[in-house]
């Protein structure tokens, strides 16, 4: 076992699943021949042939509907869009179409798709290219939304996710595409709606996921040397939504900070922190705080973008505020 | 209408049997639009009444391995490709017992036996999921192709145009049938498209088009035949746009007050698919006034069954209401909440 990139584990479980199961194809732009804007299908054309790595035109509209469409015949698209920010043109066919058809239709037929794509901000790509919309599709009843935050994790939920038959929302980040995890080679999954107590601790639980997860552990490990124990829950899954793992947290440490890259108003951190004030309220030393983004097109230049989005000093800032 | 030379009894009891279709959906939605003013319907409720020889001329021509993608206003269609009456009329009651589990209503029909796969409710919806459906009937090597029916003012939203250029790049076996009733809801179709010949609307994706008398049962199901067959092998996508009159308002609750009484009238009598079809059949000698009474008797009971079978289906359950949620089941789901209400 040694350790690989977030990209790998991605690109590795994508060839896996293409070889085990000839139902699997993957459709999206410039995923061939140029291999990927973020190289993630890198070396899959070459080795699937067109017929199941499918170049697409722009039209994510017709696209993802057309990957509901074929999924519904049986097929299993694992479908990419170039970041989460395209995806506006293509909800209607997921909100109104691949969260429906299961359940409008009396469970007829399935909707085994999987739709992949890097949500969240960094690298000054301004206002149109750095949004996290997750928590519209994590709020649709008859989706499943996970966004895992390590290579382990990565890799796990993505054979998940292709092997479940209903409509997976894949959230990746491109911060973390570089980042490395040990993963091991047998075919293991994480299973879909579980969260997982990334680092155990005393004083404090955050909960986050994706990247956040990631900062939340550098920023458990740096209060750690000035001796405050702070619990890591990384989600993995926003919906459904593991209530039970974030309640058993809170109920030990008695304190909890929620921390998310989207907008702060009727984002998921509000969800959470409900969750949290309806399940645990009597266990609660301090009001749940929460950390989010600033309600702000994502401003360019990088002083005003480094505010914007929830860094580890915010997060310091609302432990602290806290303990 | 061409005079038919000698006929095989099958020919005949299949020219004869469009027309019992015709009057069975005539009659569905007659009962249909009754049965809404009962308030045994709810929801937004769409009938084909004057589309009768648009819808049967399609379903004549295709084959059971074909897929169907519609709109909502699909209560013919699901009838004509054989879905009895009854659960039919269950599904618009909301009973256990309808084509969707009560789940879908009138805009959501579904039978997956016969290849029926929707009738959808968003504008231009359903357009790209046929082209991915006949993108998984070539990528599975199977035979058949797949209608995305909607209707003219649906021409006019993006996702029409999307699928055009998908379907022809990928060489996908799909029949992009208008259903053109002359109607959006209110506005015409001079109001709403810049190019009112809806058939060349394919001309910049090089997909074909062609536009047919959809007051014509037999042209409707020629110029399907000779398209479908042309889709299924050589992967060419086409346009078929079929012309009818629209007989009431947009919906049973859209009192139709935007259209000229006169003109209405004149277009129900002058276009009305039932009374051309019944004239040619006596003409041709294949049908005499006493099997068109009896079609009417026939057609009668097996309406009152349906309404009958809808009546007697059971409600859905309570406690049923997150069955069919997700097909592969996951922790945590339902929140706990919505869980605990349903115990209050
Ligand atoms: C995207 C979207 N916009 C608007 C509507 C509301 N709407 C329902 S039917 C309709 C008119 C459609 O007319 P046409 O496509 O000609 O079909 P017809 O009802 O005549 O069969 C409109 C505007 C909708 N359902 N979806």
Not at chain 2, 235 to 241: A, K, N, Q, S, Y
Not at chain 2, 265 to 280: F, I, M, V
């Given at each position: 076992?040694?350790?690989?990139?977030?990209?790998?584990?991605?690109?590795?479980?994508?060839?896996?699943?293409?070889?085990?199961?000839?139902?699997?194809?993957?459709?999206?732009?410039?995923?061939?021949?140029?291999?990927?804007?973020?190289?993630?299908?890198?070396?899959?054309?070459?080795?699937?042939?067109?017929?199941?790595?499918?170049?697409?035109?722009?039209?994510?509209?017709?696209?993802?509907?057309?990957?509901i469409?074929?999924a519904m015949?049986?097929?299993?698209?694992?479908?990419?869009?170039?970041?989460?920010?395209?995806?506006?043109?293509?909800?209607?066919?997921?909100?109104?179409h691949a969260s429906?058809i299961h359940?409008?239709?009396?469970?007829?037929v399935r909707v085994p798709l999987?739709?992949?794509?890097?949500?969240?901000?960094?690298?000054?790509?301004?206002?149109?290219?750095?949004?996290?919309?997750?928590?519209?599709?994590?709020?649709?009843?008859?989706?499943?939304?996970?966004?895992?935050?390590?290579?382990?994790?990565?890799?796990?939920?993505?054979?998940?996710?292709?092997?479940?038959d209903d409509p997976?929302?894949?959230?990746?980040?491109?911060?973390?595409?570089?980042?490395?995890?040990?993963?091991?080679?047998?075919?293991?999954?994480?299973?879909?709606?579980?969260?997982?107590?990334?680092?155990?601790?005393?004083?404090?639980?955050?909960?986050?996921?994706?990247?956040?997860?990631?900062?939340?552990?550098?920023?458990?490990?740096?209060?750690?040397?000035?001796?405050?124990?702070?619990?890591?829950?990384?989600?993995?899954?926003?919906?459904?939504?593991?209530?039970?793992?974030?309640?058993?947290?809170?109920?030990?440490?008695?304190?909890?900070?929620?921390?998310?890259?989207?907008?702060?108003?009727?984002?998921?951190?509000?969800?959470?922190?409900?969750?949290?004030?309806?399940?645990?309220?009597?266990?609660?030393?301090?009001?749940?705080?929460?950390?989010?983004?600033?309600?702000?097109?994502?401003?360019?230049?990088?002083?005003?973008?480094?505010?914007?989005?929830?860094?580890?000093?915010?997060?310091?800032?609302?432990?602290?505020?806290?303990? | 209408?061409?005079?038919?030379?000698?006929?095989?009894?099958?020919?005949?009891?299949?020219?004869?049997?469009?027309?019992?279709?015709?009057?069975?959906?005539?009659?569905?939605?007659?009962?249909?639009?009754?049965?809404?003013?009962?308030?045994?319907?709810?929801?937004?409720?769409?009938?084909?009444?004057?589309?009768?020889?648009?819808?049967?001329?399609?379903?004549?021509?295709?084959?059971?391995?074909?897929?169907?993608?519609?709109?909502?206003?699909?209560?013919?269609?699901?009838?004509?490709?054989?879905?009895?009456?009854?659960?039919?009329?269950?599904?618009?009651?909301?009973?256990?017992?309808?084509?969707?589990?009560?789940?879908?209503?009138?805009?959501?029909?579904?039978?997956?036996?016969?290849?029926?796969?929707?009738?959808?409710?968003?504008?231009?919806?359903?357009?790209?999921?046929?082209?991915?459906?006949?993108?998984?009937?070539?990528?599975?090597?199977?035979?058949?192709?797949?209608?995305?029916?909607?209707?003219?003012?649906?021409?006019?939203?993006?996702?029409?145009?999307?699928?055009?250029?998908?379907?022809?790049?990928?060489?996908?076996?799909?029949?992009?049938?208008?259903?053109?009733?002359?109607?959006?809801?209110?506005?015409?179709?001079?109001?709403?498209?810049?190019?009112?010949?809806?058939?060349?609307?394919?001309?910049?994706?090089?997909?074909?088009?062609?536009?047919?008398?959809?007051?014509?049962?037999?042209?409707?199901?020629?110029?399907?035949?000779?398209?479908?067959?042309?889709?299924?092998?050589?992967?060419?996508?086409?346009?078929?746009?079929?012309?009818?009159?629209?007989?009431?308002?947009?919906?049973?609750?859209?009192?139709?007050?935007?259209?000229?009484?006169?003109?209405?009238?004149?277009?129900?009598?002058?276009?009305?698919?039932?009374?051309?079809?019944?004239?040619?059949?006596?003409?041709?000698?294949?049908?005499?006034?006493?099997?068109?009474?009896?079609?009417?008797?026939?057609?009668?009971?097996?309406?009152?069954?349906?309404?009958?079978?809808?009546?007697?289906?059971?409600?859905?359950?309570?406690?049923?209401?997150?069955?069919?949620?997700?097909a592969?089941?996951?922790?945590?789901?339902?929140?706990?909440?919505?869980?605990?209400?349903?115990?209050?």
């Amino acid at each position: 076992m040694k350790p690989i990139t977030y990209r790998q584990a991605l690109n590795s479980t994508l060839g896996e699943e293409l070889a085990r199961d000839s139902n699997v194809l993957l459709m999206g732009e410039e995923i061939g021949v140029f291999q990927g804007s973020y190289r993630i299908t890198e070396g899959l054309l070459d080795r699937f042939g067109p017929k199941r790595v499918v170049d697409t035109p722009i039209a994510e509209e017709g696209f993802v509907g057309a990957a509901i469409g074929a999924a519904m015949l049986g097929l299993r698209p694992v479908v990419e869009i170039m970041t989460i920010n395209f995806i506006l043109v293509a909800i209607d066919q997921i909100v109104n179409h691949a969260s429906k058809i299961h359940y409008m239709f009396g469970g007829q037929v399935r909707v085994p798709l999987v739709i992949r794509t890097p949500s969240g901000g960094t690298g000054q790509l301004a206002a149109t290219h750095s949004q996290s919309f997750e928590n519209w599709f994590a709020y649709c009843p008859g989706l499943k939304v996970v966004a895992p935050a390590t290579p382990y994790d990565a890799k796990g939920l993505l054979r998940a996710a292709i092997r479940d038959d209903d409509p997976v929302i894949f959230i990746e980040s491109l911060a973390l595409y570089d980042t490395k995890g040990e993963v091991p080679d047998e075919d293991y999954v994480v299973p879909i709606g579980v969260a997982e107590v990334k680092r155990e601790g005393s004083d404090v639980t955050v909960v986050a996921y994706s990247r956040m997860t990631a900062i939340a552990l550098q920023v458990a490990q740096q209060l750690a040397q000035e001796g405050i124990s702070v619990e890591v829950v990384d989600l993995r899954s926003l919906r459904p939504l593991d209530r039970p793992t974030i309640i058993a947290s809170v109920k030990k440490t008695n304190r909890a900070v929620v921390v998310a890259e989207d907008w702060y108003s009727y984002g998921i951190t509000a969800e959470l922190a409900a969750t949290i004030q309806e399940e645990a309220f009597d266990y609660l030393d301090a009001p749940v705080q929460r950390v989010a983004g600033l309600e702000v097109p994502l401003p360019y230049a990088k002083d005003l973008a480094a505010v914007a989005k929830p860094s580890a000093q915010s997060l310091i800032n609302a432990i602290r505020r806290i303990l | 209408m061409d005079k038919p030379t000698t006929l095989t009894k099958e020919a005949t009891a299949e020219l004869r049997h469009y027309y019992y279709q015709m009057l069975l959906m005539r009659r569905f939605e007659e009962r249909t639009h009754e049965m809404y003013v009962k308030a045994k319907i709810g929801g937004y409720c769409h009938l084909n009444l004057g589309e009768e020889a648009t819808i049967v001329g399609l379903m004549a021509a295709l084959k059971p391995e074909d897929y169907i993608f519609t709109n909502y206003r699909e209560h013919g269609y699901i009838l004509a490709r054989g879905v009895a009456p009854g659960p039919l009329m269950a599904e618009l009651f909301g009973r256990e017992t309808g084509v969707s589990g009560g789940r879908g209503g009138s805009m959501h029909l579904f039978d997956v036996a016969k290849g029926f796969m929707g009738g959808y409710a968003i504008v231009g919806g359903q357009i790209p999921l046929a082209v991915g459906a006949a993108y998984a009937l070539r990528y599975q090597g199977k035979p058949g192709v797949v209608v995305a029916q909607m209707g003219d003012a649906s021409t006019n939203i993006g996702a029409f145009y999307e699928s055009l250029n998908l379907a022809k790049l990928w060489r996908c076996p799909v029949i992009f049938f208008i259903a053109n009733n002359g109607y959006g809801m209110g506005s015409t179709i001079e109001d709403s498209s810049s190019e009112p010949d809806l058939w060349k609307k394919g001309a910049s994706f090089r997909v074909h088009g062609e536009q047919v008398d959809g007051t014509d049962v037999l042209a409707v199901r020629d110029a399907v035949r000779r398209l479908r067959e042309r889709a299924e092998t050589e992967g060419e996508p086409v346009i078929l746009d079929v012309v009818s009159f629209r007989f009431r308002g947009h919906s049973v609750i859209d009192a139709d007050r935007y259209r000229d009484a006169d003109e209405v009238r004149k277009g129900r009598e002058t276009q009305d698919p039932l009374r051309h079809y019944s004239a040619w059949l006596q003409a041709h000698e294949l049908a005499d006034e006493a099997w068109l009474k009896a079609m009417v008797e026939q057609v009668e009971q097996e309406m009152q069954a349906a309404v009958d079978f809808a009546n007697a289906g059971p409600h859905p359950k309570i406690e049923d209401i997150y069955t069919y949620m997700y097909a592969s089941p996951v922790p945590n789901i339902p929140a706990p909440e919505t869980a605990r209400r349903l115990l209050d």
